[in-house]
């Protein structure tokens, strides 16, 4: 565990720089991420998935299979590696605030 | 995360060549890339294991309790009486070094310490020195050495690189169980505060939750329930599984990488189609909704506590036995370790398969059936409409899982159900040595599987994937078949690093594939939205070998 800091705030992470706590999350967060991922800019479809992510781990607890982020997005797993490059749990699970997966994955 | 080499830079450091110094005066190199990061405090707590404290590798101090000594040493005391295999093994190795090529991961690494006998050496030196009179006369003359700080940092770096496969022990003389030397160490590490944060972490989520991946109740409902509408989609087949039900005839229990990751949400697939194919009369569990048991990995007592669930939701909702899915480790606990663990299950009875009336006598004891001997069943009495032509695009070669193959002897059932579900000629096999009981492992498993330590992994993976190149190559073989889930998890990124050509398939995907319904719509495409051969893009390629 670390703590990272960033435009005044400050952010607790993991080994891997996954937020500890949802809570923290703000667009400080994914400023900060968006860096360190190489993306440009942000545009609506990078939200949709931020939005999505964060929806449906409200709601279940987990990160949603990235077959139904892609279903519910409309986003081809491809084009979900186009808008975040480090792949849809490195990328946006991280940028979405959520806790990385464990287990058989 | 360290950079991971790519093969072209790793191969060429790979050398077989000793250090020139003894073994006992060479310290570890903790690289990042090749150790796994220790667990997080949170983890610990959750499931109140000893000593929860931050640590990092690279830190001199490991924030080991005071009297961390006494510890261990008594843990070992304790284990040697309780376990006389333990002694047995530190007793009787002869050094005669059968097995010192064997492993995986002194092949990958050329590290001496990865030879299971000098692996074995670091725990047995601390044994000689403290419960052995030579050892406690003669000290390092005699091949005991002092339990120190540096020991025990040895011990979690190579403790933590084994994965428990067992591959050495089929070729030791004596029948020494690396595995289960290398779980007893483990414990008595875990005894210190001393435990990896992936394992740890699945640990404690499947603890806390019910699944290594963290997934509460609704979460696995609603991708089992995504995966059923998947499935209708694409074969227009209903498939309807029941959660929780009571006075269901059977419990179907599958690892949770199966309805969570790619590929293995392809094979729960499968099976759903299955049991729809043969209207079994079965029930999935919310509460006991994960067959592996990375609580095996840390501990026995853990693995007994994450193992609790599945009996007592069998006989919660009185199902008559249990079938389970394709994992790995979670069969060797289940075939070796369950009935002891809980007694009697005089509760379930003797599984019988409901459509062919076989009785799976090799069940007896635990109740529980693997999905590979269930299936071939049915194959073997036709009760399986299958159209191998669908698996057409497919030519696979099948990856023997550790657990499941040397320890239970599931070597001749999947193959005959790969010979049932894929036109003849598209199966081929890996050279003999690394197939069957002789098996290479997947070099991830057993709870290492962190990204973290993704060098280490590729090392150890390299001879599994040194004969899949061989195959692909010389047959051209595209899929990589398997029947465990960690296999699932672990193989598609070794395979994308050795041999980037071949995929990962779980073998009751090639079954869902190639089942037919007579109610279904037509199949132009296999689970995964591929086209098959003769349809869209292989279209052209099916006319083209026609001429």
Known sequence: MANVEFKGKT???????????????????????????????????HWKVINMLQDYYKKNGIAPMVRILSKVTGFKLKHIYELFPSGPGKGACKMAGLAKPTGCV | MAKVPTPAELLPGLSYEPPEKGWMDVKPDFR????????????????????????????????????WKEIVLQGMDDRLKRFRSLKLF?????????????????????????????????????????????????SEIAGARDLTEDVIKEWFFYLYQCTICRRCSLFCPYGIDMAEMTLLGRELLASVGLNIDWAMASVAQCYDKGSHIGAPPQAFKDMVDFLAEENER???????????????????????????????????????????????????????AEGGNFGWFISHEMGKRLNAKIYAEAKRLGVKWILGGE???????????????????????????PITGTRFENATVHKMV???????????????????????????????????????GILEEPRYIINNVLPEGNFVEMPPNTIREKAFCCGSSSGINANENMELRMQGGFPRANAVRFVHEKYGVNHLGCICALDRATLPTLLEYWVPEVGITGI???????LIFPDEIERTTDLRDRDLVGFGELAEEAGEEEE
């Open chain 1, 11 to 45: 952010f607790t992470v993991d080994e891997d720089g996954f937020l500890e706590n949802l809570d923290q999350w703000n667009t400080e967060w994914v400023e900060y991420v968006k860096d360190s991922e190489g993306i440009a800019e942000l545009n609506d479809e």
């Open chain 2, 32 to 67: 990042p890339g090749t150790y796994c990061n220790p667990a997080s405090p949170k983890w610990m707590e959750w499931i109140n294991y000893p000593y929860p404290a931050a640590r990092s590798v690279p830190d001199d101090e490991w924030a080991l309790p005071q009297d």
């Open chain 2, 90 to 138: 530190f007793d009787i190795c002869v050094r005669c070094g059968a097995c010192a090529d064997k492993c995986h991961f002194f092949l990958g690494t050329g590290d001496p310490k990865n030879m299971p006998v000098l692996r074995a050496e670091l725990l047995r030196s601390v044994y000689r020195r403290y419960f052995k009179t030579i050892g406690r006369v003669l």
């Open chain 2, 234 to 288: 694409v074969t227009g087949i209903t498939t309807t599984p029941s959660y929780n039900r009571k006075g269901a005839e059977v419990l179907f229990v599958m690892p949770s990488g199966d309805y969570f990751a790619d590929p293995g949400t392809f094979t729960m697939m499968g099976y759903l189609l299955l049991f729809e194919h043969i209207g079994l009369d079965y029930t999935l569990s919310t509460y006991a």
């Open chain 2, 327 to 353: 994992c790995g480790h979670m069969w060797r606990v289940c075939n070796q370790y369950m009935s002891t663990w809980w007694g009697p299950v005089d509760f379930l009875e003797k599984p019988v398969s």
């Open chain 2, 370 to 408: 693997h999905i590979s001997e269930f299936t071939a069943d049915l194959i073997h009495h036709g009760k399986l409409n299958l159209d191998p032509q669908r698996n057409a695009h497919i030519k696979l070669t099948f990856h023997d899982s550790c657990n499941t193959a040397r320890g239970m």
């Open chain 2, 508 to 514: 009751s995907e090639l079954v869902g594939n190639a």
